[in-house]
């Protein structure tokens, strides 16, 4: 089996699209399976302010031609998926598409890029999405696509918790005796960190600690969000921490929370973050949006909160950090079910078992 990844988005690019596609390769049953054509040398997109993508054609058929692949596999619909579309039409390139959420969202941003989705969706060979939400919506957009879709969740793995970066942030902070409540990620509208922020002055309990890291536009006024709030002595702005330091946190906080939501049509494609926080056996708190509902399961792996509810954000931490047999019930659980149906070996299997029983090639 040739395969041909075309994406835009692959290491060293940080985000959880290029991590999703670099893991499921390194973890793929037959070695030697995968070329990644990407962007990395400007082969996909010209510095042209007139289409850019046409670049791509030419890259994609010439590696097309020197491997004769099985499948190519196209990481943005738009517009690359433009390009495998005219590959196909010229030289019969099979190509899959793959889908995140985002992706899929933009796509259907103007009556002229919907026509062009359906084009490229009816012609491709199998479409995989990595969360349920986005198949669903891909499927009502165009029932007929329903039979070569595959759902593919993301994998997770476990990083290095450091003991002595561990101890910098306990006694940096004063966290010492503290709960530990802990958010993650890039600070911008559609994370809900504004919504969580106004939540803390809802807790009964006193004996907290927030801890907000990241970067990202919304930093200067989720500080000032903070300190315009009662509780702002309790709210801790980290900025952006490193691999060890993400891992160090997550060691010690008692809550994850990231209450995400849905912004016309910007939202969580899966949320990796949270079965981080599950390796860790952490009890979470999600925000009920887009692809989060496979990656947490409802008073079983964490709480799922209407974002847009400052109370019910509130009422879900005083829960978890005044129950303690509820966040430990909830944390075992999330490791558990992080570790059986979230490894990137089981992942890469389920997918390469599916492209062979296709009959594809």
């Given at each position: 089996m040739k395969l041909l990844l075309c994406t835009l988005e692959y290491p060293p690019q940080i985000g959880g699209v290029a991590n999703y596609y670099s893991e499921l390769i390194k973890a793929w049953p037959e070695a030697e399976s995968w070329t990644v054509l990407d962007n990395s040398k400007g082969l996909l997109l010209s510095k042209s302010k007139f289409l850019p993508w046409l670049s791509s054609i030419s890259s994609l058929i010439k590696e097309y031609r020197r491997q004769n692949y099985d499948l190519v596999f196209i990481g943005q619909v738009l517009p690359l998926g433009t390009s495998a579309l005219i590959a196909k039409l010229f030289i019969g390139l099979n190509y899959g598409l793959f889908f995140h959420g985002m992706d899929f969202s933009f796509a259907l941003k103007s009556r002229r890029k919907r026509w062009l989705l359906r084009l490229i969706l009816k012609?491709?060979?199998?479409?995989?999405?990595?969360?349920?939400?986005?198949?669903?919506?891909?499927?009502?957009?165009?029932?007929?696509?329903?039979?070569?879709?595959?759902?593919?969740?993301?994998?997770?793995?476990?990083?290095?918790?450091n003991e002595n970066i561990r101890k910098a942030f306990v006694n940096k902070y004063d966290l010492i005796g503290k709960k530990v409540i802990f958010s993650l990620g890039r600070l911008v509208k559609r994370k809900g960190f504004d919504q969580t922020i106004k939540a803390l002055g809802n807790i009964s309990d006193d004996n907290w600690i927030y801890i907000l890291a990241g970067s990202g536009p919304e930093f200067k006024a989720l500080k000032i969000l903070a300190l315009s709030g009662k509780v702002s002595d309790k709210i801790i702005f980290t900025g952006r921490l490193s691999e060890e330091e993400k891992w160090s946190c997550l060691s010690l906080c008692d809550i994850f929370i990231t209450t995400s939501r849905d912004l016309s049509g910007d939202f969580e494609g899966f949320g990796i973050v949270y079965l981080e926080a599950a390796l860790m056996s952490k009890p979470v708190i999600a925000g009920l949006s887009g692809g989060v509902t496979d990656a947490v399961v409802n008073n079983e792996s964490g709480l799922l909160v209407d974002a847009e509810d400052v109370s019910v954000i509130g009422q879900a931490l005083t829960s978890l950090l005044n129950d303690k047999e509820l966040s430990s019930r909830l944390g075992e659980y999330a490791y558990q079910r992080a570790n059986t149906k979230f490894n990137w070996t089981k992942q890469a299997e389920d997918l390469f078992k599916y492209l062979k029983e296709s009959n594809l090639f």
């Open positions: 012609r491709s060979k199998v479409i995989v999405c990595a969360n349920s939400y986005v198949k669903k919506l891909l499927i009502e957009f165009l029932p007929s696509v329903e039979n070569k879709t595959k759902l593919l969740n993301p994998g997770v793995k476990k990083g290095l918790v």
